[in-house]
């Protein structure tokens, strides 16, 4: 089983629809989490820490279950501007992140 | 607020060619790292720098070599290229390594540097 699972997409979906990506991590000793975005040709960058008792931050909502050991992300209202690839990024014990290999989201108008 | 530099932005190499991946950072971070990423791979570390004085090998060392030449810098070289070695290649740091639930093992990203091997 990979460290970090997520359904690669794409996702298309029509500007205002809402959108949900999940993720799965094999260590159940992992601390930290993170949604990074990515555009296309360019660098990750984070998007939102997600806390065991969820956060929002706009219309990005993030969950952990760590029961089931996933990860989710809802996007509501999408933008054009949300189209891009959604990584998934989990702490290994000892020093190292580690990503998914991210879910690729198109909005349309 | 320059955060991560990486250079040169684009490389293309001839196969046993070497060079040095240069990047720096001024946010003054205690952990860097460097990631190579392919399509379908996702994102994939070559070595990181928890620490000033220290490096570890990461998921794909093989061919590489890296030193950190002081807390801004972390340099990642190839001795002998080889056309597996085309990649897109992220430097990123953090203010420290380790399982964190206060924040401060959030990586920030270079803006890449696209290398081609012949």
């Known amino acids: 089983r990979k460290e970090v699972e997520q359904d690669p997409g794409p996702f298309n979906v029509p500007e205002g629809a809402t959108v949900a990506f999940n993720c799965t991590y094999s260590?159940?000793?992992?601390?930290?989490f993170f949604w990074y975005r990515q555009d296309c040709r360019k660098e990750p960058k984070l998007l939102m820490s997600?806390?065991?008792s969820g956060n929002e931050d706009g219309r990005f909502t993030a969950q952990l279950n760590r029961a089931s050991q996933y990860i989710s992300l809802l996007i509501r209202d999408s933008k054009l501007s949300d189209s891009a690839t959604y990584l998934c990024?989990?702490?290994?014990?000892?020093?190292?992140?580690?990503f998914g290999k991210g879910t690729t989201l198109s909005v349309s108008s | 607020n320059a955060g991560v530099t990486q250079t040169p932005k684009f490389q293309v190499l001839k196969t046993g060619q070497s060079m040095t991946l240069q990047c720096a950072q001024d946010?003054?971070?205690?952990?860097m790292y460097w990631y190579r990423q392919d399509p379908g791979m996702g994102l994939r570390l070559i070595y990181y720098?928890?620490?000033?004085?220290?490096?570890d090998k990461g998921e794909v060392p093989n061919g590489y070599n890296v030193s950190r030449l002081n807390k801004r810098e972390f340099s990642l070289r190839l001795e002998s290229a080889a056309p597996s070695q085309t990649s897109v290649y992220f430097c990123?740091?953090?203010?420290?390594?380790?399982?964190?639930?206060?924040?401060?093992?959030?990586?920030?990203f270079g803006a890449g540097t696209r290398l081609s091997v012949l």
């Open positions: 990123a740091s953090s203010e420290r390594a380790g399982a964190s639930g206060d924040g401060k093992n959030i990586q920030y």
């Open positions: 260590n159940s000793a992992s601390q930290s």
């Open positions: 997600v806390y065991s």
């Open positions: 990024v989990v702490n290994q014990a000892g020093t190292a992140l580690i």
């Open positions: 946010m003054n971070h205690n952990s």
């Open positions: 720098s928890a620490s000033e004085g220290t490096t």
